[in-house]
């Protein structure tokens, strides 16, 4: 049976980042608490509850997230605040009340040293405290909430916000020649397709950890190409290593993401979702 989402009530946490702004438009349909960190503070317990109880929802959808991977690692806390105190507390309060909750999290919950697209069920082994504060949440939300979806997700772009592609086209405009790193690798997602394979999602109550992901994997610097060739931008793209481009966070240099798990939710290649953004660009 197909889900009524207009009869389904909704609270979805992070609801200003690239994610929740495209989750808001593909379940506009849905009667849907869009919540940013102003009005909820997920790391606070008390005031979890006090939402749950207030909008009583048929679903909590986590997009929350501490995400500048580079800071993280001068202050832990502030990534393991809300990256794993907030799943927490968002799956304590949940399962007191019989509600699913889906959270979001990420490829760096891997150390990027496969021969081969991670799957569902590879061991992770995070390299960065990005990495290990995202799978602490993710550990959090499996213990204390049986009817969870973990959805891991990859180098997430949109046309809103701050993200790679947006950075390029900043670049591009600045200079013509580009210095893009080709020996990292990992999987493309262009928000609104995650949003979309998000509602899917929700129908199933296959409750588990999914890899939702751009399909197929590629090299940031391959994918800056592909930007500029779909944006028609002449500026050259040159590519470096990574030991180039020094960061204080490690990155996992093979992060591509693949999934064994419902093949009617795969996402489009990656390359559809850098023509869709391209075109959103454009308009």
């Given amino acids: 049976m197909a889900v009524q989402y207009h009869l389904m009530r909704i609270l979805l946490v992070g609801a200003n980042g690239q994610l929740g702004r495209a989750l808001q438009e593909a379940l506009s349909d849905a009667d849907c608490v869009a919540l940013d960190h102003s009005r909820l503070d997920i790391a606070r317990l008390t005031a979890v509850r006090e939402a749950v109880q207030a909008y009583r929802p048929d679903i909590v959808l986590n997009a929350a997230a501490y995400n500048q991977v580079d800071a993280a690692e001068q202050d832990a806390a502030a990534a393991y605040r809300v990256n794993a105190l907030g799943p927490r507390n968002l799956a304590v309060a949940t399962a007191a009340h019989r509600i699913p909750v889906l959270h979001v999290s990420t ?10 697209p991670y799957h569902e069920f590879d061991q992770p082994n995070p390299r960065s405290v990005y990495g290990a504060s995202k799978l602490a949440g993710e550990e959090a939300v499996r213990a204390l909430n049986p009817r969870h979806y973990i959805v891991r997700t990859a180098w997430l772009y949109h046309v809103w916000g701050q993200n790679f592609p947006k950075t390029m086209c900043a670049l591009a405009r600045q200079s013509a020649e580009v210095r893009v790193v080709s020996d990292q690798y990992g999987s493309p997602t262009y928000a609104p397709h995650l949003a979309a394979a998000i509602r899917h999602l929700l129908s199933t109550e296959a409750y588990g950890t999914y890899h939702l992901a751009g ?5 940031w610097f391959e994918f800056a190409r592909v930007l500029y060739a779909n944006l028609g931008i002449r500026t050259v793209v040159k590519p470096i290593a990574t030991v180039e481009f020094p960061r204080l966070a490690e990155r996992p240099r093979y992060a591509v993401l693949t999934t ?8 489009p290649p990656w390359e559809e979702g850098a023509r869709a953004f391209a075109q959103q660009m454009q308009v």
């Avoid at 490829?107 to 081969?116: A, E, I, M, N, Q």
């Avoid at 399909?215 to 090299?219: A, E, I, L, P, V």
């Avoid at 064994?260 to 996402?267: G, V």
């Fill in 260 to 267: 064994i798990q419902d093949p009617e939710i795969l996402l």
């Fill in 215 to 219: 399909r197929g994997g590629t090299s």
């Fill in 107 to 116: 490829d760096y919950v891997f150390d990027g040293t496969s021969k081969r």
